[in-house]
């Protein structure tokens, strides 16, 4: 009742354009548009675009904490997402959670399951820089990488991790050498943009 009420008060606007409707309109943002694919060391990567025009502005209003721009989103990386896959967002630092107000890439990803008919594993996290300080060596060595997967074994399970941006692409293979630790098959990884 209430979100009726303020829907008509304050209709959504396109992050990009302003059109009144949606948080991203279809003209800025097609659904269904080509996507891009790169290959990255072990991962083969699919993205809606390139980081740049719209999409890149798409991408800074999710990271400014627009959930509708997240919805938006989220319901087009659902083409790029197989029924019955397993997604693991790329998990942000606490910092910016709490200045968002949400996690972009766990809520893009529940969108995105909640469309294909996938499921969800927010269950890795980052480890803060700290963590690694005050260990002896062979410590520092065992938890090498930034992330650590705190959830169930994936033991043969397939798992496609999914982010809003990719740059290098090292932080997806950080990721997905955490998962294979933890069992997981992971080859594949689908982010909003790739710069
Ligand atoms: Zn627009």
Redesign the pocket.
């Known amino acids: 009742m209430l979100y009726a009420i303020l829907a008509t008060l304050f209709p959504p606007q396109?992050?990009?354009?302003?059109?009144v409707g949606s948080g991203?309109?279809?003209?800025?943002?097609p659904e269904g548009a080509a996507r891009v694919t790169a290959r990255l060391p072990t991962l083969r990567l699919a993205a809606l675009g390139r980081y740049e025009a719209?999409l890149r502005q798409a991408v800074l209003a999710l990271k400014a904490g627009r959930r509708d721009v997240a919805g938006e989103l989220g319901r087009r990386l659902a083409a790029c997402v197989e029924p019955a896959s397993v997604l693991v967002p790329v998990p942000t630092t606490r910092a910016r959670r709490l200045q968002r107000g949400f996690d972009g890439a766990a809520l893009l990803a529940q969108i995105a399951a909640d469309r294909a008919n996938a499921c969800v594993l927010p269950s890795l996290e980052q480890i803060a820089g700290d963590a690694q300080r005050g260990r002896d060596r062979s410590a520092r060595l065992a938890a090498c990488g930034r992330f650590a997967w705190r959830g169930e074994s994936l033991s043969g399970r397939r798992v496609v991790l999914l982010d809003d941006v990719a740059t290098t692409g090292a932080t997806l293979e950080d990721c997905a050498a955490t998962l294979r630790a933890a069992g997981g098959i992971v080859d594949e990884a689908v982010v909003v943009a790739w710069a």
């Open positions: 396109c992050a990009v354009c302003n059109a991203l309109c279809d003209r800025c943002a719209s």
